[in-house]
């Protein structure tokens, strides 16, 4: 395949185009199969040769390949992107001419993912030359990816075997990792409406469906819609192959968090075992109530878990860090009456800075109104009454 010469490329081409092979005509026109390591197929100009030997209808998409194999060749990783954009816009134009068949989805697919490729190549080149913006180039490579997207969503009155909706939690999934690396989430909405009306959205491959649970998770995750998130995020990790440790580990970042907002605490084997242990003491803190601890631990780890993006996220847990706090305060106290000052001397033990009584008496009428303790507060005497039974009701059951 290596050393493959244009007439056995276009023959091969050829050939799977007539059988309507979508499979092969995918590996024909990815970068990831051998054939683009050949000398032979590298052309600056193919239009020529390709108009001779190859079908019209797909002419455009094997011409657009060849040049991206030889500007890639080349180390032209913009002219690459430019080029497999063109390929992504023939491929939509190529689908449209094949009503009620999607046999060419697999080929699809592939100058999707090449475009995504290339355009996150493009856009680094772009930024350290500064030619572009950051995410500009990615941003252009997803409109080209609309117009396949759009393909696929109008194909709405095809059997469902031969629809070609059946290309679209593919194209989404790509979106979703443009849009997150890009930081433009509120442009995912229409993208899960669109799979989430799907009469078959469970019966993509199961590598697919995680894919997409992973990223919806953690939309779901920065909506603060942790009950949501807690669900996809462990769809994703569950069905996850035990054998992909790495792509375990990436999942349980975001599942982590998540779940300790909810009331779950990791065990330490599981933050051992996929080599997470910056959340160790963000787990010691948390269950010990020491705030203290668990600032220090943000802070030590501050690049860590803001390049994941979870960094505001962890914050949050502040709140169960104050709780199982102010929890030790009224167990040593034994009454169910308590000073508020004695809340505010545990905050300042713990290094919290710019406390006061009106702040200490805020935080815990916060936790009242979360469902993180029960009890009223009495603002005249400044006092905590909490309720005689279950005054911190467990966390897993809020």
Not at 239 to 267: A, E, T
Not at 303 to 321: N, V
Request: glycine share 4%; with cysteine; proline share 3%.
């Amino acid at each position: 395949m290596a050393g493959m010469s244009l007439n056995d490329y276009f023959q091969r081409v050829q050939g799977a185009f007539y059988n309507q092979d979508g499979e092969t005509l995918g590996e024909l026109i990815s970068f990831r199969d051998p054939h683009v390591m050949s000398s032979r197929l590298m052309l600056e100009k193919p239009e020529r040769d390709v108009e001779r030997c190859i079908d019209q209808s797909l002419a455009e998409i094997i011409a657009g390949h060849l040049r991206a194999v030889w500007a890639a060749s080349s180390g032209d990783c913009v002219e690459a992107w430019k080029t497999q954009m063109l390929v992504a816009h023939s491929v939509a134009r190529f689908m449209q001419e094949f009503k009620e068949e999607n046999w060419m989805l697999p080929m699809m697919n592939t100058a999707c993912l090449d475009l995504r490729l290339f355009a996150l190549a493009a856009d680094q080149e772009l930024t350290r030359t500064g030619k572009s913006k950051p995410g500009e180039t990615l941003e252009k490579a997803a409109e080209a990816l609309m117009s396949c997207f759009r393909v696929c969503a109008a194909d709405t009155r095809t059997g469902e075997d031969c629809t070609k909706r059946w290309g679209l939690l593919y194209l989404v999934n790509q979106f979703f990792k443009i849009y997150f690396k890009i930081n433009k989430l509120n442009l995912c909405k229409p993208m899960i409406r669109a799979i989430e009306a799907l009469a078959f959205k469970d019966r993509f491959s199961l590598s697919q469906l995680i894919t997409y649970k992973y990223y919806t998770g953690r939309k779901d995750m920065f909506d603060s819609d942790f009950k949501s998130a807690d669900a996809t995020l462990s769809f994703a990790f569950q069905r996850c192959h035990k054998g992909s440790r790495k792509n375990k580990r990436r999942i349980l970042i975001y599942l982590i968090p998540v779940k300790m907002l909810l009331g779950y605490l990791p065990k330490l084997s599981l933050l051992e075992r996929y080599n997470l242990p910056e959340f160790r003491e963000v787990v010691a803190s948390v269950r010990q109530g020491n705030v203290r601890l668990l600032s220090e631990t943000l802070t030590k780890h501050k690049s860590f878990f803001i390049g994941a993006g979870i960094y505001l996220i962890l914050e949050k847990l502040k709140t169960l860090a104050f709780r199982n706090l102010f929890k030790k305060v009224y167990l040593m106290l034994g009454t169910h009456q308590i000073e508020i000052t004695y809340f505010l001397q545990s905050l300042k033990w713990m290094c919290v800075e710019d406390v006061d009584l009106d702040e200490t008496e805020c935080i815990l009428a916060n936790m009242i109104y979360d469902g993180r303790m029960k009890g009223y507060i009495s603002h005249a005497h400044r006092k905590l009454v909490v309720s005689k039974k279950d005054a911190f009701p467990p966390l897993i059951s809020i």
